[in-house]
C-alpha cells in the first residue's frame, strides 16, 4: 500500500500494462481513455482496476485529469479487493456512489457510440443516394460501391436495454437516498454494489471496443467511396456557382462541409483525417482561441502538425489533376480549411478573391503554392531553412553527418517532390508562423477570430504589392541594382561592370496576419539572383510601411553579403561600415548635437542596441519624409543614407535647392561625373570597333541617367 500524489496529465496505466494494483483516488480524478473516442471521468472515492481480474491487461489509458492524490493496493486475487473496501469502511458509502457513477458516464458514452454509429450508417446511405444524382448532374457514370450497398447499421448493445442498465441508472438516479440510507446500513451493501458494479463494467468495456471498432472500420472502408462523393459534389457545386457568378444575379450558393472536400482531394489517410477533424472542432468551441493552457497549446499544435501534412498531400495532388475544387484552392491561398471556423461572410469573400485570383505577369509575386509549383517545376531554388542553409547546403550537411550518401544527394538535388518537401517544411511553416505575428497562439488555418480588419482593405494582391514596392523603387532607385561584369574577348575587353536590377520574390502566407519580412537576400552565393521576402496574404499592417521597411532590411543584408567578413570594416567604405561605425561611435561624434546623441541612444535602446534595426528605422524616415523634403534625420544619417542609397532623378531635382540635401549633390555630382566620363570614353571606344553597343552597356548609361 502507499499513497502518492500524481500531477495532471501523469499517466498511472498504459493500454496492455499488466494488472496487478487497484487504486482509490483520495483527491481529484482520472480519465480512463482509449484513443480520443472514449475517456470516462473517474472522480474521488472511485476503485480503479476492480473491473479487471489480477495478470489481466488494461483495456484503456488511465491518465490524471487534475492534480490527485491515490492510494495503491497489491492486487493478486479477489480477496485483496475485498480487503481494500473493509480496510476503509468510513468512506465506503463514497466509494460505491463514485463506482456507480462512473458506470452510468460509460453507459452514456456506449449509448452515444451506437448512436454514432447508426447515424454513421444512414449519413452514408444517403450520401450514396445523393451521389448518383451528383454523377448525373454532372452526367458521368457514377461508380458502384458495394460496401455502402450492403452496409447496416450496428447491432443495439444488449446491455443498454437490460437489466443491469437501468439498475444502474436507478443507482444513479437515488444516489442521495442510497448514500443517506442504504449504503451505511450495512457495509455489505458497499461492498456488494462495487462488486456487481465491476461485473457490468467489464461488459460495458467490450461493448465499448466492439462500438468504436464498428465506427473506424466502417469509416476506414467507406473511406474511397466518401473521397469520391465529396469530389464531385464539390464540382457540382462548384459548377453551380460558376453559373450564377456569370449570370451576376442571385445569391452565390453556401459553400458546405469545405473540410470533407479538401480533406478528399488530398486523400490523406482517415486516421490523420478524423484527427484533424476532432482537433478543429475543438478549436471552434474553444471560448478563448490564443488560450495558453497545455490544452490548447495541444490543439494548436495539432492543427499545425496535420495542416501541412494535408497542405502537401494536396499540393502532389494538384499537380496531377486539370480541375481544383474552389474549396482547395482557398485552402492553399488562404488557409481555408472549414466554413464554420471561417465564419460565413469571410467564406464567401475567400470564394471571391480565390475565384477571381489574378497571377503576377512578372511572376515575382507569388502566392505559396505558386511558388511551391514554381520550385516542383524547377523554376526556382528552394529558400534557406532556420539554420541558413539552402537547399545544396542541406544536402552537404546530410551527406557530411552520414545521414544519407552522395549517390541519394546527387539524386535528390534536381527532385522537385523532395526540394517542395524541404521548402513546405522549413521556410513555410516558418515563414507563416513569423507573418501570422504572434507563435504562441498562431494556427495555420484561417479563422473568424483572428481577423481584426475588413478582408478587402487587407489583401496583399500581387497588383498592390507591386504598387507598395513601386513606390519605393520610385524613390530609391538602385535598391535592387546588383553590380555584375561580363567580358567581350572579340574586343579584348576583359572585364566591363554593370549594373541589373533584380527584383525579389516576395512569397505571400496563407495567413490574416501583420508582418513582412526578408527571408534571404541572395540564392545560393551568385549575387545576381532573387531575394526571398514574406509576407501575410491579408495583412492587417500598412502594406506600404511593410514593404518599406522589407527593402531596409534588404539594403542591409545584401550589403553584408557583397563585403563578407569586412562588412563592418570602416577602412573599405560600405553603408553597413559606415552606419555601425556612427552608431558606435555616435558619442565622440563632433557633427551631431547633444540631444541627437540622446535621441540615437533612445533608438538604440528602442531596438535592443541591433544596429540592422536602427537604419531600417531611419531607412523608413529616409524614403518617407526626407524625399520629400521634409527633415526627420540628423546630418550624419542622413549623408550616409544618401550616399548609398540616393533618391532617383525626379526628388534629386525637387531637392537641389535644399540647404541640407545641396552639398550631398554637389559631392555625389562630382562622383557621377566622373563615372558618366568613363562610360563615355568606354562607349566611344567599342563604337570604334562595333556599330551597335552590348546590350550590357545600354543598360549600364540607362541607369546612370536614373
Known sequence: MGKMDITKGHILHQRYDTVNTVEIILKGGVAIKSGEDISILAGQGTILGACYQPGEQYYHDYVASEDSTIITYDYSSEEDLISVMMSTPSILPIMASANTGMLNRGLTILDGLYEQGCSLCADLKADYS??????????????????????????????????????????????????????????????????????????????????????????????????????????????????????????????????????????????????????????????????????????????????????????????????????????????FVDEELAGIENTA???????????????????????????????????????????????????????MTQEA??????????????????????????????????????????????LEECLASPKRVHEALDK?????????????????????????????EVLPYIILMPNFGRRGSMWQEIEGRRRTTPA?????????????????????????????????????????????ADYGNYLQFYRKNHDISDDVKEKVKLALRRNGNNYRNVFVADYELFIKNEALGLPRLNKVAREILFRYCTFSRKYRDALSLNPQYQPLMEHWSVKQGTKDHLLDVFTRKILTMKDTLPAEVRKEAEFMKM
Request: charged fraction near 25%; proline fraction near 4%.
Open 409 to 454: 544527394a546527387d539524386e535528390l538535388s534536381k527532385d522537385g517532390t523532395a526540394m517542395v518537401r524541404f521548402e513546405l517544411s522549413n521556410m513555410i511553416a516558418a515563414a507563416n508562423k513569423m507573418t501570422y505575428g504572434n507563435i504562441f497562439s498562431f494556427i495555420p488555418a484561417f479563422y473568424e477570430e483572428a481577423v481584426v480588419r475588413p
Open 130 to 335: 445523393e451521389y448518383r444524382e451528383v454523377c448525373a448532374g454532372l452526367m458521368i457514370q457514377p461508380e458502384s460501391y458495394d460496401e455502402i450497398d450492403a452496409l447496416e447499421p450496428p447491432e443495439a448493445p444488449a446491455i443498454l436495454s437490460g437489466w443491469q442498465a437501468d439498475l444502474c441508472r436507478a443507482y444513479h438516479e437515488k444516489d442521495e437516498l442510497l448514500r443517506k440510507d442504504y449504503y451505511p446500513a450495512d457495509v455489505n451493501f458497499c461492498v456488494g454494489t462495487i462488486m456487481n458494479g465491476a461485473q457490468l463494467a467489464r461488459s460495458i468495456q467490450s461493448q465499448l471496443e466492439l462500438a468504436v471498432n464498428f465506427i473506424r472500420e466502417t469509416k476506414a472502408n467507406a473511406a474511397d467511396f466518401t473521397r469520391e462523393y465529396h469530389m464531385q459534389k464539390a464540382k457540382l457545386d462548384e459548377a453551380k456557382r460558376q453559373e450564377k457568378l456569370g449570370a451576376g444575379s442571385g445569391k452565390l450558393p453556401a459553400i458546405e462541409n469545405a473540410m470533407n472536400t479538401i480533406l478528399a482531394f488530398a486523400a490523406v489517410d482517415n486516421d490523420l483525417a478524423e484527427a484533424f477533424r476532432r482537433d478543429i472542432r475543438s478549436f471552434m468551441k474553444a471560448p478563448d482561441k490564443t488560450e495558453k493552457s497545455d490544452d490548447m497549446r495541444r490543439i494548436r499544435r495539432n492543427i499545425t502538425e496535420n495542416f501541412y501534412t494535408i497542405y502537401e498531400a494536396a499540393f502532389f495532388k494538384s499537380q496531377t489533376v486539370n480541375d481544383i475544387p474552389a474549396e482547395v484552392k482557398m485552402f492553399f491561398l488562404f488557409g
Open 472 to 500: 519605393v523603387r520610385d524613390i530609391d532607385y538602385s535598391c535592387f541594382y546588383r553590380q555584375t561584369f561580363i567580358s567581350y574577348p572579340e574586343m579584348k575587353i576583359n572585364r566591363f561592370d554593370y549594373h541589373v
Open 349 to 403: 469573400a475567400l470564394y471571391k478573391y480565390a475565384v477571381l485570383w489574378e497571377d503576377d505577369p512578372s511572376g515575382t509575386v507569388l502566392s505559396a503554392y505558386d511558388w511551391l509549383c514554381k520550385i516542383y517545376h524547377g523554376e526556382a531554388q528552394p529558400s534557406k531553412n532556420e539554420l541558413d542553409n539552402d537547399w545544396s547546403e542541406y544536402l552537404r550537411e546530410q551527406v557530411r553527418t552520414s545521414a
Open 532 to 576: 526571398h521576402m514574406v509576407l501575410s496574404v491579408f495583412h492587417s499592417e500598412n502594406l506600404n510601411d511593410t514593404i518599406l521597411r522589407m527593402c531596409g532590411q534588404f539594403r542591409w543584408e545584401m550589403c553584408k553579403r557583397i563585403q563578407g567578413v569586412h562588412y563592418s570594416d570602416i577602412t573599405d567604405p560600405s553603408l553597413t
